[in-house]
């Protein structure tokens, strides 16, 4: 018990002295370096009513035999926990057309609640009879990008970018960028089949 005030002194000098010296401040928040792969692409045509190239990095998987639906498709992008989500409708009238294209609009701007904004680009491919609308939405939203191609006649083709992350849009930006390039490609190869 004679060394207890000897100790506690002792204890004390040795919390005085370590407080001084270098200050702490907090480190910003910081994200993982993404790695992209090269763009290397490959030719779907699996007998449906379309073709076009996409990329060698990610995963084509049938989705029609879950929903009765032929010819719809997701392509995944395992790398960024993402998939391109592709629906193809036979059409038989012009209302049935009007109707799916309306949905194609729809289904875009319901993410305007969270979206900075949604830019529209015509797609016009005369030589091939591929035309549609290009939906590219920026902000904290569910789907990136969402497109629709048409021949105005019989075939239509939808597609809609989704990550199975919260939406943060700045983190995710440079994947949907690289992504958007493979989008372009894969729309500016399409071709209807039949």
């Known amino acids: 018990m004679k060394n207890l005030p000897v100790f506690a002194f ?26 992209f792969p090269k763009k290397t692409y490959r030719l779907f045509d699996k007998g449906c009513a379309y073709s076009f190239e ?51 609009r729809t289904f875009a701007f319901k993410h305007t609640v969270k979206a900075n904004s949604i830019d529209q ?11 549609g609308v290009y939906y590219a939405i920026e902000g904290n939203t569910a789907s990136s990008v969402q ?5 105005s006649a019989k075939h239509y083709f939808r597609g809609a970018l989704y990550f199975n992350e919260r939406p ?16 372009d490609k894969m729309i500016s190869t399409f071709k209807w089949n039949h």
């Open 121 to 131: 680009k015509l797609i016009n491919y005369p030589d091939r009879k591929v035309y």
């Open 54 to 104: 996409y990329p060698l990095y990610a995963e084509m998987v049938a989705e029609g035999n879950k929903t009765g639906e032929a010819c719809w498709y997701n392509l995944y992008f395992k790398q960024f926990n993402g998939r391109l989500h592709m629906t193809y409708y036979d059409v038989s009238s012009k209302n049935e057309y009007e109707g799916l294209v309306e949905d194609a």
């Open 10 to 35: 002792m204890g004390f000098v040795t919390m005085l002295c370590s407080c001084g010296g270098e200050s702490y401040s907090p480190k910003p928040r910081g994200y993982f370096n993404i790695e």
């Open 147 to 151: 497109f629709f191609l048409t021949d």
């Open 168 to 183: 943060q849009y700045d983190s995710i930006q440079p994947v949907v960028d690289f992504i958007k390039k493979d989008l």
